[in-house]
């Protein structure tokens, strides 16, 4: 069954460093998101993208926070320098256009920021 | 804007019995499409069930059903015959916007 492959599955830095996720999606699903959880919360949207191009990225704190999906395909999200209040679960989904047109999650990345 | 609202944020259920978890929305949309999903320890968001607003039946899925209020904007995940393995964490979600959770913790 295709699944959504996110690296790392952990991840400690410290403040001030440079973090980098990767995500890849289901073959052939155009739309990706890269969601923000802290700890006892729902998911919040940092970006989303279609294909290439960024169709809603204004939750992003974009003084720090970067993505991109350069062929429309793998994306990365960079976190530049890291905070504290950074530490959180990181989650990238990705949806093609299936009967309910959910989201597919991959297993997330779970950053610590000491 | 769209916002999802749970209201239980933790919740017992005995094995073998039944459990409804709450979610209320606000929506401006005609067309929406809700789900769940739930987030076990590991983290991974498990899709679980899909309500469309013009759908006119509830929707099931094995142990998952739905009572779907479209004019009171409720949408309560039942979960019939709860094993422990379901204890987790549960999500209401529209499109991109998701509630703050509802932890279920099942007992022997």
């Known amino acids: 069954e295709a699944e959504v492959a996110q690296s790392p599955r952990y991840k400690i830095t410290e403040k001030s460093q440079a973090v980098a996720f990767w995500c890849d999606p289901i073959s052939g699903h155009a739309t990706l998101y890269w969601y923000r959880q802290i700890l006892g919360q729902g998911p919040e949207l940092l970006v989303q993208f279609q294909d290439e191009s960024v169709v809603d990225d204004s939750q992003l704190p974009k003084d720090r926070f970067s993505a991109e999906r350069l062929k429309g395909v793998d994306s990365t999200l960079k976190i530049q320098p890291a905070e504290l209040g950074d530490s959180a679960m990181y989650l990238c989904?990705?949806?093609?256009?299936?009967?309910?047109?959910?989201?597919?999650f991959g297993p997330g990345t779970r950053l610590t920021v000491l | 804007a769209q916002k999802i609202t749970q209201t239980q944020p933790g919740m017992f259920v005995q094995e073998k019995e039944a459990v409804t978890l709450d979610c209320t929305y606000d929506?401006?949309?005609?067309?929406?499409?809700l789900f769940w999903y739930k987030q076990p320890s590991s983290g991974e968001m498990i899709f679980l069930i899909y309500q469309g607003s013009y759908d006119e039946q509830n929707a099931t899925e094995g142990r998952y059903s739905l009572n779907f209020q479209k004019a009171r904007k409720s949408a309560n995940l039942v979960i019939s015959a709860s094993q422990l393995g379901d204890s987790a964490m549960y999500f209401c979600?529209?499109?991109?916007?998701f509630g703050k959770g509802t932890s279920l913790l099942v007992t022997p």
């Open positions: 989904a990705s949806r093609g256009w299936d009967s309910y047109n959910e989201q597919f």
């Open positions: 979600a529209i499109s991109i916007n």
């Open positions: 929506t401006s949309d005609q067309s929406y499409g």
